[in-house]
């Protein structure tokens, strides 16, 4: 037999060291320097004119969605502009006028890209029209549209098993992209839809299910005007979901207190000048945070049931500082927590979690008497082994206090992709849903399969083990969002066909199977027209509001499509047009796909109309105090166990994070102005005693390394930098860490893989 044909591609890049330059870390988020940054990018990426224009029209009731993340935008956004630097900054990057296109890829090969970085792919431009790597080839080369369809559905037919395909979601995604992709993935008979939330906020979702019996968070954006105290947990909105600090300046100013839970003491919960009002241009900063506890990694638990056990010591006294009236009503398990919390020794809890024995009775005393309390948080708490635990031992705080449920407290999970929760909703998932089946039998007029697919981590498996021949990606950039890079790049290759669905170009158009296919399509920001008439599209945001969104830029050629429709096509070439779903009209006239989503999605109604303006709000059963599909009809509080780490002297709990600079994997600079980072992405955060014990000065390089299950992986070639951060902790940039993360280490029930919390030694170069 012939050897197997391997192309020779990098899965890092070039490792080399830039100019790295450290400065004081910047203590004052946004202002006037964040508006400076964001026009500063999309002026150099887009020109004036078009920047001017697109910006004016973000998150405005008949503009276009940030692409960036999830957080809602105000009943009455802003006039001088409802966006913040980092939305600014995602619509530079898709709207750029730089281009990818066949003469660039016929003077360079896979093999020569793969040794850029990602910094460097990504500046490359927008892909421009549809490419194919031929088997035994190393360059991609044009492909027309009908051929490419074709191709697919040919090579969909060579399976042997529905089961064989893999039909991978990113979170950026239209409703009506992400429905007719899960329904034809369900209609060519395979539940195999892995999507980025099983990277994110699985652990979320789990959690809430089991307690509160919804999967999404319960508050609305108005809730955190008025709360009484804001935890921000395991979350850093000043780089991630910056326009949130201004929903907390206004809590703020109503009187309310901000908790922050986190080892690092991050630059957006310091302080915070609201570019949206003029005092943000001219007053003092405000600052944020009141308490913050720097948490140990992955120590939540411990913490928390120290606040717990301290609080129910006090209404031991009087009965007045958990809400009794609601725990009869509501809740099942009071008994059984409060017997649990008295087997743990507070001295070891104190130990464990690494904050302060001041700072503990400070947030005990000024949780004591509030009820209006909301908890958000986001990557800190789910990426762990025991993120599922994390979450719900939050969710008893709240319970206790009677904040669920009522205005101005609840869960608050900060959702990542800006649709990732629409997605979801519209059928993204691997697992079964009885309910969403029934009623595509009844109004698509198929039978879906009914066997449990696919999530991220078993996607990878699969393909690794040769059982997945075929993975197609709706945007993202699986092989370097996944864990264990190395793996995963193997099992990327296992395929016999690979598709990507995107804009740019990224790693995961490198690193491909024996035949590869990348197929452009439209930015948020773009116009999308068919027949003479401006389409739009819908997204769900963070907190459950369905809201239209419409392009206004011209798009960056006529020759790519839109994602619904290039499904349809797909869809209508599998079935040679024959199949109960009207595909290709689909595809030309969203309207119809809204009606179908209308049909077949519960809490989705007249999304057509309601969608208008500021969008409606989805059903939410916590808010409704309706807990009937849950154990005796009642939200549950949880018993937790305590995570187990046993650190060796020479060992740490490394978190993987975000810079200032970065949409995950897409990398916008190389500074992170808010830890003091200019022009460099390998460097790791550790603490100067941690440093001083190990022999390690500031700028020493290391390798890091991780063991698990007798395998070796290093990342190497970082930079130590003194950090303020608990001892035994480190962290550092992701995606270059994820070579670190072991592909069958992930949260219990989840199945989330425990990037913020990999032990690993360091090695001095
Ligand atoms: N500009 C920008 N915006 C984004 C993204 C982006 O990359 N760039 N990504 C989007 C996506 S998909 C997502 S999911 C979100 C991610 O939003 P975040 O979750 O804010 O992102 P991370 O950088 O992963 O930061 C995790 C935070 O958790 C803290 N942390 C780590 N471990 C622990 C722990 O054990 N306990 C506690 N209490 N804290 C801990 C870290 O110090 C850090 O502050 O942002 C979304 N928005
Ligand atoms: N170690 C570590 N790993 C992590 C995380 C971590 O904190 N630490 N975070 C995890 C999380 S929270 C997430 S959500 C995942 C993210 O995983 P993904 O969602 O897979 O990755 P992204 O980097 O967001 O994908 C970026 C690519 O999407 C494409 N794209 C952009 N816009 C569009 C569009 O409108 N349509 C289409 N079709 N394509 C588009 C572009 O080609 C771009 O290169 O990563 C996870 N991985
Ligand atoms: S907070 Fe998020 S959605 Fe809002 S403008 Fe900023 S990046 Fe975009
Ligand atoms: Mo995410």
């Given at each position: 037999m ?11 890049g070039?490792?080399?060291?830039l ?13 006037a320097?964040g ?5 500063r990018?999309s002026?150099?990426?887009m ?5 001017m ?15 960036s993340c ?9 006039k ?5 630097e ?15 296109d ?12 793969s040794q ?7 500046k ?15 360059h991609?080369?044009p ?29 950026r995604?239209?409703?009506e ?15 195999n ?11 979320s ?7 509160l ?13 008025e ?5 921000v947990?395991?979350q ?7 326009r ?9 100013e ?5 908790i922050?839970?986190?080892p ?5 919960l ?9 005092k ?8 944020i945070?009141d ?14 049931k ?24 509501y809740v ?25 024995k ?5 947030t005990?005393?000024l ?33 206790l ?8 407290a609840?869960?608050?999970?900060v959702?990542?992709?800006?649709n ?11 697992f079964v ?21 696919y ?21 993202g950039?699986?092989?370097m ?49 068919k027949?003479?008439?401006l ?25 790519i ?19 109960s ?8 006239n ?11 999605i ?32 009642k ?7 305590m995570?187990?780490?046993?650190l ?9 994070m ?22 460099e ?10 440093m001083?014990e190990a022999g390690?000065?500031?700028?020493d ?37 994820n ?10 029930k ?14 001095k170069?």
């Open positions: 012939a050897a197997k044909f391997r192309r020779k591609v990098s899965i890092t070039n490792q080399d060291f100019d790295l330059k450290l400065k004081e870390p910047v203590r004052i988020a946004a202002g320097l508006v400076k940054e964001a026009l990018h002026f150099k990426e020109g004036v004119a078009r920047s224009k697109a910006l004016s029209s973000m998150n405005q009731h008949d503009g276009f969605s940030c692409p999830a957080w809602p935008d105000p009943e009455n956004p802003s001088i502009g409802e966006y913040c980092n939305g600014a900054k995602a619509l530079a990057d898709e709207a750029t006028t730089a281009q990818v066949a003469t660039f890829f016929k003077r360079h090969s896979v093999e020569e890209l850029l970085t990602d910094y460097e792919l990504n490359l431009g927008r892909i421009v029209a549809p490419f194919v790597l031929r088997e035994g080839s190393i991609y080369e492909i027309a549209w009908t051929e490419a369809y074709a191709l697919i559905a040919a090579e969909l037919k060579k399976l042997e098993s529905p089961n064989e395909a893999i039909f991978y979601t990113s979170g995604s239209s409703n992209a992400a429905f007719l992709y899960g329904m034809f993935a369900r209609a060519f008979g395979t539940n839809m892995p999507d980025c939330s099983n990277m994110c906020h699985e652990s979702g789990v959690a809430l299910s089991e307690t019996g919804i999967g999404k968070g319960s508050v609305k954006l108005e809730d955190l005007y709360a009484e105290v804001v935890i947990a395991g850093n909105p000043g780089t991630n979901h910056p949130m600090l201004s929903a907390l300046a206004k809590c703020k109503n009187g309310g207190k901000v922050s839970i986190n690092l003491e991050e630059s957006g310091v302080n915070f000048k609201n570019p949206q009002h003029l943000g241009w001219v007053g003092p900063p405000q600052s945070a308490i913050h506890l720097p948490v140990k990694i992955n120590q939540d638990i411990a913490l928390i120290l606040i717990l056990i301290k609080l129910a010591a006090l209404d031991s006294i009087k009965n007045d500082i958990f809400d009794h009236e609601f725990l009869k009503t099942a398990g009071y008994q059984n927590l409060l017997d649990n919390l008295k087997t743990f020794d507070e001295k070891l809890l104190l130990a464990q979690c690494g904050v302060s001041e700072k503990i009775e400070e005990v005393t949780l004591a008497k509030k009820s209006k309390i909301v908890v958000c948080w986001a990557m800190g708490l789910t990426q762990h082994k025991n993120g599922v635990a994390n979450i719900r031992e939050y969710v008893n705080l709240l319970l206090k009677g904040a669920i449920g009522k205005p101005n609840g869960t608050c999970p959702r990542g992709h800006s990732v929760q629409g997605d979801r909703s519209v059928g993204i998932m691997h849903n009885e309910t969403l089946n029934k009623n595509i039998e009844q109004f698509l007029g198929f039978v879906p399969p009914k066997q449990e697919g999530d991220t981590v078993a996607a990878m498996k699969a393909m690794h083990d040769g059982a997945a021949k075929f993975f197609m990606c709706l945007g950039n699986f092989l969002a996944a864990s264990d890079t190395t793996y995963t790049a193997e099992a990327i290759q296992n395929c016999d066909f690979t598709v990507q669905i995107s804009t740019k170009l990224n790693r995961s158009h490198l690193v491909t199977g024996k035949i590869a296919l990348i197929l452009p399509t439209y930015g948020r920001s773009e116009k999308d027209i027949n003479g008439k389409r739009n599209i819908t997204i769900e945001n963070s907190m459950g509001q369905v809201r239209q969104s419409r392009g206004l830029l011209q798009p960056i050629t006529d020759a499509r839109s994602e619904p429709e290039m499904i349809a096509a797909i869809a209508d070439t599998y079935f040679e047009g024959k199949h779903m009207n595909w290709k009209a689909m595809g030309e969203y309207e119809l796909i809204r009606q179908k989503i209308d049909q077949v519960s809490g989705f109604s007249n999304t057509e109309h309601r969608s208008k303006g500021a969008g409606y709000y989805l059903p939410n059963n916590v808010r409704e105090l309706d807990f009937s599909k849950l154990p005796e009809g939200a549950q509080l949880t018993i937790n166990t995570p187990e780490h046993h060796e002297k020479d060992e740490y709990l490394l978190m993987t975000r810079s200032h600079d970065q949409f995950n994997t897409t990398i916008y600079g190389l500074d992170d102005r808010y830890r003091g980072i200019y022009n992405r390998r460097v790791l955060f550790m603490n100067q005693k941690d001083h390690l000065a500031a700028q390089v290391v390798a890091i390394r991780s063991e698990y299950d007798g395998i070796l992986r290093t990342a190497p070639r970082f930079k130590v930098i003194p950090y303020a951060i608990p001892q035994s902790n480190l962290a550092a940039y992701f995606p270059e860490t070579v670190l993360v072991p592909f069958n280490h992930f949260a219990d989840s199945n989330t893989p425990i990037s913020k919390s990999i032990k690993v030694k360091l090695v170069m």
